[in-house]
Each structure stands twice: as C-alpha cells, then as structure tokens.
C-alpha cells in the first residue's frame, strides 16, 4: 500500500513563527503536491514538485515556500506563520506515469494564533 | 468562473437509495475527470476516473461524462451508510506549464440507516 505520512496531524504555532510541515512517501513517486483545504473554498494547489530539487508554484503560493532535497521528503514551510494560514493542509504524491492518481496523506490541521 | 464547480450539499439519502452527484466543468477541452472520496478527518482518496465521454462502472459507482453540456456524475447505487463522505470531481488543468488537478469544492454525502 502506498503510504503517504504528514509528520503532525495538529499544530498550534503563534503569529510569526517559522514552520515547517513535513510529507514523506514510501512508493518512490516522482511527483509531489502540498494542498491546503478550507470550508467553502475546497482544495488549493499551493506547490509541487515533478522532481528532486524542482519545486513549482501552485495557485496559491504566497506565504509559502517548498523543499524537496530527497525524492521521498517534500517539506512546506510557512516563513511567517499569519492567522489566515489557519487550515488543513494536505500532501499528496503521484507517479510520474499516472500523475492524477493522487495519494494523499491524513493531513495537519495547522491553528496559528 | 471556477473550473469545476460542484454543489456543496449537504445532500442527505435514506440507506439504499441511488445517489446522484454532479459537477459542472467550463473548459470544453477537458477530457479526463476524476472522483475522489474524501471520509471525515482524512486526505482524499481516488476513487473513479473517467476519460472523454461516456461512462464507467466499478462495482455499486458509476461515473458519466456528457461534454456537450460539460456535466459530470457520480452515481452510487444501493446507498450504504459508510458511503457518507464528501465527495470531489477533480480535472487536470495547466499550471506554470503543467498540468494539475484541479478539484471541485466537494459535495457532502449522507447515508442514513
């Protein structure tokens, strides 16, 4: 079974923090998505990455930045963490044949205060 | 206008019942159109896939596309409780050059016993 692990599944963070939401899949999958999902607003593409080392923006990246240095790990970060970044994110990874057969994992429900 | 569009729900069926979702897409150059199932507090899981026109079966699911009116259906046969999930079409859209998916806002489905 293809497992996709978040490394939180909630995190309380203050305003201005830093901080970092890992992703780790275990089937050697190419690509890898970072989403964020909200009432009302559903599931957004905030970045993602088709290779090691390759990162690129989705439909909401600001706030945001990505890294992939291993093909497995796809870290999000959040430079400084703001209340409207308050929400469930959720990681996805797909291999490079079938790329909309999505994996995701359990997402981490992030509250910054 | 969105990509995809769906209606929130939610939408509530006694056990047994056939369920009927729907999308509606903007794009007449789509072809490929997905279902993802999503249970409450975990990640999305795919669940059908269809391509171009035409319908697919799995099991008690049906999915169908109609381009001529840019409509998309789920449909679930014999509706059991543990069908009760949000339920989220998805198409592939360009982004920076690539191409991702794109999700509908996802409607809600409840299966009463």
């Known amino acids: 079974d293809v497992k996709v692990t978040q490394s939180s599944r909630y995190l309380v963070k203050r305003t201005g923090e830093k901080v970092f939401l890992e992703c780790v899949q275990d089937?050697?999958?190419?690509?890898m998505f970072w989403y964020r999902q909200d009432p009302g607003l559903g599931l957004r593409l905030i970045y993602f990455?088709?290779?090691?080392?390759?990162?690129e923006k989705g439909d909401i990246p600001e706030g945001y930045s990505v890294s992939r240095e291993k093909k497995e790990r796809f870290s999000l970060i959040l430079e400084s963490a703001s209340t409207n970044q308050t929400s469930m994110y959720l990681c996805?990874?797909?291999?490079?044949?079938?790329?909309?057969?999505?994996?995701f994992g359990p997402g981490t429900r992030l509250l910054v205060l | 206008q969105k990509e995809v569009e769906q209606d929130p729900g939610p939408l509530s069926v006694p056990e047994g019942a056939i369920v009927s979702l729907n999308c509606t897409y903007s794009?007449?150059?789509?072809?490929?159109f997905m279902w993802y199932r999503q249970y409450s507090r975990k990640g999305p899981e795919l669940l059908m896939y269809?391509?171009?026109?035409g319908n697919k079966e799995d099991g008690r699911f049906t999915a169908q596309v109609d381009k001529s009116s840019k409509y998309i259906s789920l449909f679930i046969r014999d509706s059991q409780p543990s069908d009760s999930a949000t339920y989220l079409c998805?198409?592939?859209?360009?982004?920076?050059?690539?191409?991702?998916?794109?999700f509908g806002k996802g409607t809600m489905l409840l299966v009463s016993p």
């Open positions: 990455s088709y290779d090691v080392k390759m990162k």
């Open positions: 794009n007449s150059a789509f072809q490929y």
């Open positions: 998805a198409t592939p859209c360009s982004n920076s050059g690539y191409s991702t998916l794109t």
């Open positions: 269809t391509y171009s026109s």
């Open positions: 996805a990874s797909s291999q490079r044949g079938d790329r909309y057969s999505l994996y």
């Open positions: 089937m050697d999958h190419e690509n």
